[in-house]
């Protein structure tokens, strides 16, 4: 059985998940971490926590691990972090059907308009695009971009993806992306964040799409050009837009975004369920107890 006080050597950056984590941390370490710098080994984070700074960093001399919850890096610097000789682990697969899950929520209730009719009957908004036996595009097959495949065959749909390689996935490899891009009668981005997805889809490629095309993004903000989105968003360059994941997050008020009536948001949920964030916070301990302990590291990411 666990105890809290096993853990004093970790320090949490809480992000949206402090109940969870609380059961396992001893809250009261929380109050002073200065006080406790010096005896810091692991901490705890969650992949859209805010970066790890390196003045932070910098102030634990002791620091093993920096073990993130969910898939994403990109909140890391992992160079930096390598070069104090501190590893990074993260939590793949946990996040994956409970991701897939939202980006199908997402693409069935853009589709279907479910929130837009939700108050009763308006008119400009009772015919709809199929969806059942429509063409799935997906951007990115990892573990999320598989389940929501496998989702998508659910719903009789045609399946296409860009991958940086093809997979035995059961579904249409599209090398150029341009090609997905033009077929697809939603386009669904499951890409990790890198330089190279930075900006992936800007307004050429938003151009290429059906104008009755509808963009999903489960993946981060930033691998949409924004600007470029509400614009193809009011001049109907694309149909519609469906995101739980923005630049920054949350979009501030008075974001277009925000106002538009065919764009669904939702609050970078994708991983937010009690069974996923309790597994992903075991998967981060054993993670860090493993890198504390100097023993073989069940997710380890290596810096490139
Ligand atoms: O990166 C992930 O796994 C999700 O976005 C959760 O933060």
Redesign the pocket.
């Given at each position: 059985m666990m105890t809290s006080k096993q853990y004093l050597p970790l320090y949490v950056l809480f992000?949206t998940c402090e109940k969870v984590l609380s059961t396992f941390i001893d809250l009261e370490f929380l109050q002073n971490p200065a006080l406790h710098a010096p005896k810091i080994q692991a901490i705890l984070m969650?992949?859209?926590s805010p970066a790890a700074e390196p003045s932070l960093l910098r102030l634990l001399p002791s620091l093993k691990v920096i073990a993130s919850?969910?898939?994403?890096?990109d909140h890391l610097d992992l160079l930096f972090i390598a070069s104090l000789g501190v590893k990074v682990t993260?939590?793949p697969g946990?996040?994956s059907d409970a991701?897939a899950d939202i980006g199908m929520g997402l693409l069935l209730a853009s589709a279907r308009k479910i929130v837009q009719v939700l108050s009763g009957w308006k008119l400009q908004y009772l015919i709809y695009h199929r969806f059942t036996g429509s063409t799935l595009g997906i951007i990115g097959m990892g573990h999320i971009g598989y389940k929501i495949a496998q989702r998508g065959k659910g719903f009789e749909m045609k399946i296409l993806y860009h991958n940086r390689n093809r997979r035995a996935v059961g579904a249409t490899y599209c090398e150029n992306m341009d090609d997905l891009l033009r077929r697809s009668d939603f386009v669904m981005l499951a890409v990790n964040l890198t330089p190279e997805t930075t900006g992936l889809i800007g307004q050429r490629e938003l151009s290429l799409m059906k104008p009755t095309a509808t963009l999903v993004n489960?993946s981060?903000g930033l691998v949409v050009d924004q600007d470029a989105l509400v614009k193809a968003l009011q001049s109907g360059t694309i149909h519609a837009a469906a995101l739980d994941?923005t630049h920054p997050e949350p979009l501030p008020r008075d974001h277009p975004l925000l106002s538009l009536p065919n764009v669904l948001i939702t609050p970078?949920v994708?991983?937010s369920t009690y069974q996923t964030i309790r597994r992903m916070v075991e998967v981060m301990v054993e993670n860090a107890r493993a890198a504390m302990n100097g023993l073989p590291i069940p997710n380890e990411v290596k810096s490139q």
């Amino acid at each position: 059985m666990m105890t809290s006080k096993q853990y004093l050597p970790l320090y949490v950056l809480f992000g949206t998940c402090e109940k969870v984590l609380s059961t396992f941390i001893d809250l009261e370490f929380l109050q002073n971490p200065a006080l406790h710098a010096p005896k810091i080994q692991a901490i705890l984070m969650l992949a859209q926590s805010p970066a790890a700074e390196p003045s932070l960093l910098r102030l634990l001399p002791s620091l093993k691990v920096i073990a993130s919850g969910g898939v994403g890096i990109d909140h890391l610097d992992l160079l930096f972090i390598a070069s104090l000789g501190v590893k990074v682990t993260n939590t793949p697969g946990v996040v994956s059907d409970a991701t897939a899950d939202i980006g199908m929520g997402l693409l069935l209730a853009s589709a279907r308009k479910i929130v837009q009719v939700l108050s009763g009957w308006k008119l400009q908004y009772l015919i709809y695009h199929r969806f059942t036996g429509s063409t799935l595009g997906i951007i990115g097959m990892g573990h999320i971009g598989y389940k929501i495949a496998q989702r998508g065959k659910g719903f009789e749909m045609k399946i296409l993806y860009h991958n940086r390689n093809r997979r035995a996935v059961g579904a249409t490899y599209c090398e150029n992306m341009d090609d997905l891009l033009r077929r697809s009668d939603f386009v669904m981005l499951a890409v990790n964040l890198t330089p190279e997805t930075t900006g992936l889809i800007g307004q050429r490629e938003l151009s290429l799409m059906k104008p009755t095309a509808t963009l999903v993004n489960v993946s981060r903000g930033l691998v949409v050009d924004q600007d470029a989105l509400v614009k193809a968003l009011q001049s109907g360059t694309i149909h519609a837009a469906a995101l739980d994941v923005t630049h920054p997050e949350p979009l501030p008020r008075d974001h277009p975004l925000l106002s538009l009536p065919n764009v669904l948001i939702t609050p970078h949920v994708g991983c937010s369920t009690y069974q996923t964030i309790r597994r992903m916070v075991e998967v981060m301990v054993e993670n860090a107890r493993a890198a504390m302990n100097g023993l073989p590291i069940p997710n380890e990411v290596k810096s490139q």
